[in-house]
């Protein structure tokens, strides 16, 4: 047996009792939860400090608005833009775009792992655009800022590696939490979007940073509401039809905001311009249509407001429908940073207003309060957009604490959820992540998978042969090894080939020929070869393994020089002792 140069690397996380993990790991969930409530309260001063800095006085963002200058209307954005640009472009790439599939990403692919410095540029960057007017959303930006938090945090006191997707998820959740004064919102939205897979026992670790984070929010802004809910009564149950053709409709207008969005990103794509500047041209763009409506700047919820009180006319509301739309893919299409959830609010209350008083038209005598479905369509359009139907329904909810809308939005919700299942597939952050070619597989245990490297667990002490070595040398190694499968190496040591007893059996079948044998392995060995970098994961294997149907992978260093292998049998077995400590851990708590 031979053992190459490479040797596996230590676990930096530190090992002890799960009982003591347990409870270390939620006391860690309330600081968690009390950081990404700082962090959402330092974000929204930094916006509101923008908006007085940027824009003239006024009691609201649209006044502001209407009190400044047309030349700051126009140019403000695209200026914006272009700074947000030079430091996205420079120092924080992922800071660009909603933030929730950074996040995905992070806790899918690197297993909860965000670098430092995004909490603070991703803050500083979207609160100055959104102060700039930018149409883009604040609660994406909070769920990254409070989920590097969570991942920072837990790096800093070096717990195991596998609690971090549990306490990036706990920022996450709480930095909703702390935005919406919604605990269950929060906890909701980090298990049905942001974890493809987590221990039961871990949500409690989320629901505590949720709680923390939305008792600090009241400490900080006070218990007024995010928006001016009206009192929801529903007492004629043959309005249901009518929540679930808005439920259609809000399914049809998210899969169009999730197309426009990737169309905006596959234009500006192909624009030829350095990447800095694209974010300054959609803000260009933006500020031409600001002139004309302006209430398509910021984040939007005095437009929603307006819908909930039942202001807003039917010919403004359809204006702004189609408005919202195309200003927020630009927005997010030209890199600027910011999230889609707000958007999605404002295009959901235009939506609802635009069908209560569509049907009050031709049918008075239904008498429908447009402010309820403004609240509905809200909802339909979020669960449309995200693909989380039971997240929708909790956030209108909490902004209500009225049972009575509970059945009208799990209608409308749910139904708009399958259309855009049906008809498109992804919601708006799993397709941004295809763009990037990553796809999400949802599923159980896919988080043990993540997090165990296969640099850990890989085998360095095996047998292998080099493309000059004579057959009978190989002949030899079959018959003596217990398993006849083995990695060729050139005389750089560089991966070349692979060699197995089905490739040497017609060789073997001949005793002539294996005593007088002149031939060596390169005339034999099978070059095609199914390999993986050394830096993979062990979901990275299992799914070699299953496509390809291989008995083992040799593992790559970045000159293609072989650091070790791994059998398809030994990674079966190492996943299910994963998965029988994470069992383990659940059932002692």
């Not at 695209?78 to 929730?100: H, K, L």
């Not at 026992?201 to 629901?207: A, C, D």
């Not at 989380?388 to 909490?398: D, H, K, M, S």
Request: aromatic content about 8%.
């Amino acid at each position: 047996m031979v053992s190459t140069p490479e040797t596996k690397k230590e676990r930096t996380g530190i090992s002890i009792n799960p009982r003591i993990q347990y409870v270390l790991l939620m006391a860690f969930s309330v600081a968690i939860g009390l950081a990404a409530a700082g962090g959402a309260f330092l974000f929204r001063w930094l916006i509101e400090n923008f908006q007085l800095i940027f824009w003239a006085d006024g009691h609201s963002f649209l006044d502001m608005i209407a009190n400044s200058p047309w030349w700051l209307v126009l140019l403000l954005p695209c200026v914006g833009g272009i700074i947000a640009g030079i430091i996205i472009t420079n120092w924080a790439p992922e800071a660009s775009g909603p933030g929730v599939p950074e996040v995905i990403k992070a806790i899918a692919v690197r297993g909860g792992l965000i670098r430092h410095r995004i909490t603070f540029l991703k803050a500083l960057v979207t609160s100055m655009l959104i102060g700039c007017g930018a149409s883009v959303g604040r609660e994406g930006p909070v769920v990254q800022i409070g989920a590097s938090l969570g991942s920072s945090a837990a790096r800093i006191f070096r717990l195991d590696p596998s609690m971090l997707p549990v306490c990036v998820a706990s920022g996450a959740a709480a930095g909703i939490a702390a935005t919406f004064n919604a605990p269950l919102t929060g906890t909701l939205f980090a298990i049905e979007i942001l974890l493809l897979d987590t221990e039961m026992s871990y949500v409690s670790h989320i629901i505590v940073a949720s709680v923390t984070a939305s008792a600090l929010s009241k400490f900080f802004w006070g218990d007024f509401p995010t928006f001016d809910a009206p009192k929801f009564t529903f007492n004629n149950f043959e309005e249901l039809i009518i929540f679930f053709l808005l439920g259609i409709l809000a399914g049809l207008v998210s899969i169009a905001f999730v197309k426009m969005i990737r169309l905006s990103e596959f234009c500006f794509d192909h624009i030829p311009m350095p990447e800095w500047i694209k974010p300054g041209l959609g803000g260009l763009l933006l500020g031409i249509m600001a002139l004309k409506i302006p209430a398509v700047l910021g984040v939007g919820y005095e437009a929603v407001n307006m819908g909930l009180t039942g202001v807003l006319p039917l010919d403004f509301a359809l204006l702004l429908l189609a408005a919202k739309l195309v200003a927020t893919s630009l927005c997010i299409g030209s890199g600027m940073s910011g999230g889609i959830f707000a958007p999605s609010l404002v295009l959901g209350a235009a939506l609802g207003i635009s069908v209560s008083s569509t049907i009050n038209m031709f049918f008075p005598e239904l008498a429908l309060t447009h402010g309820q479905y403004a609240l509905v369509g809200m909802g339909t359009v979020v669960a449309g957009t995200t693909l989380a139907p039971i997240t929708a329904v909790l956030t209108v909810f909490e902004l209500t604490y009225s049972y009575k809308i509970i059945l009208p939005m799990m209608v409308g919700c749910i139904t708009s959820a399958l259309v855009v299942r049906i008809l498109n597939g992804y919601s708006v952050y799993e397709a941004k992540l295809l763009r990037q070619g990553v796809n999400i597989l949802r599923g159980h245990d896919e988080s043990v998978l993540v997090n165990v490297p296969l640099r850990d667990v890989m085998e360095t002490d095996f047998d292998y042969l080099h493309t000059t070595d004579s057959l009978k040398k190989a002949a030899d190694m079959v018959l003596n090894s217990e398993f006849p499968h083995f990695p060729v190496l050139d005389e750089n040591n560089k991966l070349a080939g692979i060699l197995t007893l089905r490739d040497m059996r017609d060789f073997l079948k001949d005793e002539h020929d294996l005593k007088g044998a002149a031939e060596v392995v390169d005339t034999l060995m099978v070059r095609t070869v199914v390999s993986l970098p050394v830096n993979s994961n062990l979901k990275e294997a299992l799914m070699h393994f299953e496509r390809t149907g291989v008995s083992f992978l040799p593992l790559t260093n970045e000159d293609y020089t072989l650091a070790g292998i791994i059998k398809s049998k030994d990674a079966m077995e190492i996943y299910r002792q994963k998965r029988f400590k994470n069992k383990i851990i659940s059932s002692s708590l």
